[in-house]
Structure formats: C-alpha cells, structure tokens
C-alpha cells in the first residue's frame, strides 16, 4: 500500500522548517498590498490596529469558486494551495477570496506581519476538522478571528459568553469546558449552532494536512459564496440566493444568467463562475451511469 508523503512546504512552496511549529508566518508583500487597499497603516496599534485589519478583511468573501479550480489545475496538493499575496491580489483585482483555509492563512501572515502573534485552530461542524480559524495575542489578551465565517471584528476568549451584532443578527461564543467554545448564530428567536472551535494551536504539519484533506470535502461539490453587505449576510450555494438581515430572509432562485448574477452582487468575473460551474458539472457527470449497459450489479 502507497503512503501518503508528508507535506514538506508551506503555501507558496517555502519549505516547512519545523512542520511542530503553530505561529503562522509573515508574509510582507501579501501585507503591503492588502494595507495600500484597505487604507490601513501602522499608526495605531495593540487591540485598534487589529479591529481595522480584521474589519478590513471581512470584505474579502467566502467564496470555492477558485478552489474548484485550483483542485483540477494542479494534481499537487501543495500547488492546490493559494499563498496570501496570490489571495490578496485576486480580492483586488477580481473581487475573490477563498474559504476557510485560505482565508485563515492569508489573514494570518497578514497579522504577523504587522507583528501579531496568531497561531491557527480547527473546529468541528458536521465532521471534525472541516473549519479552522485564527487565535492572536493583542492587549495582553487572546482573541478568536474567524475571517471563514465573515466575522468582522475579534471576539475576546475570556472564558465567558460574549455576544456581537453582526449584520445577519447576532453571533454568541461560548464556553465549553477547556479550551473549546461553542459558536451560535442568533436571528430573532432561532438560535443555531454552527460549530466547535478548540482554541489550542495544531502544527503547520496538522494545518497543512487537513487544507489538503478539504480538497474533497462535500462542499467541493456546489458553488458557495458568501460576503457581508451594508444590507445583511449574502450566500449563494449553487443557484440558490439568500439574503439573510436579522430575523428577514430573501430567497431568489439565480439559476438564469447565474454568471452575470454573481457578478453583479459579488464582483468575480463571469469566466471564474463559468469555469467552476463547468468542473462541478463534469465532475457529477462521472457519477451517472452511461449506459444502461455499464451499471454494476445491483445488490441483494
């Protein structure tokens, strides 16, 4: 039986110098460019300076549509990965972002390098593992940053619940036994639970390996974007649309003209959709049978 080669590299092909290390690196070019377009300089400092940068990259979306094509692009999981100068440079220039991983890095080395110490962290879901996000040290405090889930601002780790608007309603963290919280979206009366986080630091190793191991998760499998608007929470899964606003939601159903639709709302060129939405589709198409003839057997 083959093994699995360990990941030896970081984004970007930098070699991975102590795969136990859990302090994400700078990365000063990804920082200069994301500074120059979000209007952010090093006046300020401790908690402000990372409120602005955090609130800054909260515009970057959510979005695999990039993902999907990075998986059929490159046959290397390291080459499937986008370093954070590459991200930042296609949420300038044609309004992309990334998902969790992604973004999670990107942002990262963007804090590190404005001298924040952060370190990553994975929470569970509906499986363990599938989303991650940013542990930094500001003001002699720790602060969760999930720019994943389009939190626009850090939420203290204190030990107690602490609840925040947020412009689809109100998103609370609480605490669950050592070192985990659990983190709740509140929109009127409906109160949901979205998942675990456990805020101890893994290695770049673990980090590395379950960004990879994302590849072929089931959300791989439908066009997702989300991003924050001056009207609510958008999300597309697919050619469904929702707006969420509080305790309001608009459904729309986008299927006609679905390229042009993003476009408008989230600003990606209609080709990146089209391309996505065209590997999704071939992809599915493998899943069909061809021909009555080809169908394996049915089981007893």
């Not at 389009?150 to 609840?163: F, K, M, T, W």
Request: proline residues 8%; glycine residues 8%; charged residues 25%.
């Amino acid at each position: 039986m083959n093994r699995e080669q360990p990941i030896r590299h970081l984004p970007g092909g930098a070699p991975l110098d102590d795969p136990r290390s859990p302090i994400i690196p700078p990365d000063a070019a990804a920082a200069r460019l994301f500074a120059g377009h979000a209007g952010i300089d090093r006046e300020s400092g401790g908690i402000d300076l990372l409120c602005r940068i955090v609130a800054g990259f909260a515009a970057v979306p959510y979005e695999n549509l990039t993902k999907i094509i990075a998986k059929y692009a490159s046959v290397s999981p390291a080459g499937r990965f986008r370093d954070p100068e590459r991200l930042v440079r296609g949420f300038v220039e044609e309004a992309t972002g990334g998902t969790c991983f992604s973004l999670t890095w990107c942002l990262g080395a963007i804090l590190a390098s404005f001298g924040f110490r952060c370190y990553p962290v994975m929470a569970d879901m509906k499986r363990e593992n599938v989303h991650c996000a940013l542990v930094a040290a500001a003001a002699d405090r720790r602060w969760l940053v999930d720019p994943g889930y389009l939190i626009g601002e850090p939420v203290e780790l204190s030990g107690r619940p602490v609840r925040l608007a947020a412009p689809f309603g109100t998103v609370e963290l609480r605490p669950r036994g050592s070192h985990r919280y659990d983190l709740y979206t509140i929109a009127g009366d409906e109160v949901k639970w979205r998942y675990r986080v456990k805020t101890q630091p893994v290695s770049m190793e673990r980090f590395l390996r379950f960004w990879r191991d994302s590849f072929d998760l089931p959300m791989m499998h439908s066009l997702q974007l989300t991003r924050l608007t001056d009207g609510g929470h958008l999300y597309v899964r697919d050619h469904h649309l929702r707006l969420l606003a509080g305790s309001r939601k608009i459904n729309e159903n986008i299927r006609e003209g679905l390229e042009s639709r993003i476009e408008a709302e989230f600003g990606i060129p209609g080709r990146i959709t089209a391309e996505a939405r065209e590997l999704i589709e071939r992809m599915k198409s493998t899943w069909r049978p061809r021909e009555r003839g080809d169908r394996p057997p049915s089981r007893p």
